[in-house]
């Protein structure tokens, strides 16, 4: 079964920091581009970060660009958003995407539950 599982979410103080993580079954993760997204009540979803499959270039948002840190654990078939001097306005459920291109016009495409990170200021 393919499934992606994020893990490490909470309530932590402004400033604070967590280590979310996104785990595969069912699919190398290696071979797909891996995004994280977030969605804040009453917001779109949002890309926050990503990590291509391709080179493992990284991408991130403005709003947590020297503060957020994605990377990939083959071994572990595992990816990880280090998130450090969180802000009240990271308060979101984070959800991580997997995405391969397979033809000129069709992917495969998976996402987690979703994590829920809650800053109090």
């Known amino acids: 079964e393919v499934q992606l599982v994020e893990s490490g979410g909470g309530l932590v103080q402004a400033g604070g920091s967590l280590r979310l993580s996104c785990a595969a079954s069912?699919?190398?993760?290696?071979?797909?581009?891996i995004g994280w997204f977030r969605e804040a009540p009453g917001k779109e979803r949002e890309g926050v970060s990503c990590?291509?499959?391709?080179?493992?270039?990284?991408y991130y948002a403005d709003s947590v660009k020297g503060r957020f840190t994605i990377s990939r654990d083959n071994a572990k078939n595992t990816v990880y958003l280090e998130m450090s001097s969180l802000k009240p306005e990271d308060t979101a459920v984070y959800y991580c995407?997997?995405?391969?291109?397979?033809?000129?016009?069709?992917?495969?495409?998976?996402w987690g539950q979703g994590t829920q990170v809650t800053v109090s200021s």
């Open positions: 990590i291509m499959s391709s080179d493992g270039s990284t």
């Open positions: 069912g699919f190398t993760l290696d071979d797909y581009t």
């Open positions: 995407n997997a995405k391969k291109q397979v033809t000129s016009s069709t992917y495969l495409n998976y």
